[in-house]
T-cell receptor, first 113, second 117 residues
Framework: DQQVKQNSPSLSVQEGRISILNCDYTNSMFDYFLWYKKYPAEGPTFLISISSIKDKNEDGRFTVFLNKSAKHLSLHIVPSQPGDSAVYFCAASGNSGYSTLTFGKGTMLLVSP | DAGVIQSPRHEVTEMGQEVTLRCKPISGHDYLFWYRQTMMRGLELLIYFNNNVPIDDSGMPEDRFSAKMPNASFSTLKIQPSEPRDSAVYFC???????????????FGDGTRLSIL
């Protein structure tokens, strides 16, 4: 069973608009969440994270929102740029020394000029 | 700074052969992880080490898979004998500390694309 779900395999957005990528989780023990970006033939690279004590974390054009009651998080990219075209993975971890991440299957974002 | 280095980048071999994937973590990182990525299952954790000691190998699919970390700068993932269903991209990652404890993300290598014919 998938504990971290990214229900949209792909998303297309125009340059300059907002991209919203969604992620749902089922394990209530998860309390730390990350987003990774992956280009073809490269490994995933860390983008942004959020812990359960927050509901929002912002880094430049990237903002992650966490809704614990709904077990849902989202990544907002504003404004979207063609270089943002990549696969985005949501990942989650438990607390207190948990070293492992559980990944979603990813959403492919295509930003067109 | 050098990131996580994996070799080879591509490996094509015949069923039944032994396959060895190699990983050099970022210097100073105490945690090392091996992942496998497939279309069906996505990114799944196979095994991870802390200070060269295997901590959790529950993701290793079968006894045909084994992993070692003889020192802080080198790890191997071995498949013997290999089977076509082992075809996937294998990633190695390292981190400075445990996820969620010190807010330290995992840093990934570029992966090894393995094809078993």
């Amino acid at each position: 069973d998938q504990q971290v779900k990214q229900n949209s395999p792909s998303l297309s957005v125009q340059e300059g608009r907002i991209s919203i990528l969604n992620c749902d989780y089922t394990n209530s023990m998860f309390d730390y969440f990350l987003w990774y970006k992956k280009y073809p033939a490269e490994g995933p690279t860390f983008l942004i994270s959020i812990s359960s004590i927050k509901d929002k974390n912002e880094d430049g054009r990237f903002t992650v929102f966490l809704n614990k009651s709904a077990k849902h998080l989202s990544l907002h990219i504003v404004p979207s740029q063609p270089g943002d075209s990549a696969v985005y993975f949501c990942a989650a971890s438990g607390n207190s020394g948990y070293s492992t991440l559980t990944f979603g299957k990813g959403t492919m974002l295509l930003v067109s000029p | 700074d050098a990131g996580v280095i994996q070799s080879p980048r591509h490996e094509v071999t015949e069923m039944g052969q032994e396959v060895t994937l190699r990983c050099k973590p970022i210097s100073g990182h105490d945690y090392l992880f091996w992942y496998r990525q497939t279309m069906m299952r996505g990114l799944e954790l196979l095994i991870y080490f802390n200070n060269n000691v295997p901590i959790d190998d529950s993701g290793m699919p079968e006894d045909r898979f084994s992993a070692k970390m003889p020192n802080a700068s080198f790890s191997t993932l071995k498949i013997q004998p290999s089977e076509p269903r082992d075809s996937a991209v294998y990633f190695c990652a390292s981190s400075l500390d445990a996820v969620g404890v010190a807010d330290q993300p995992q840093h990934f290598g570029d992966g090894t694309r393995l094809s078993i014919l």
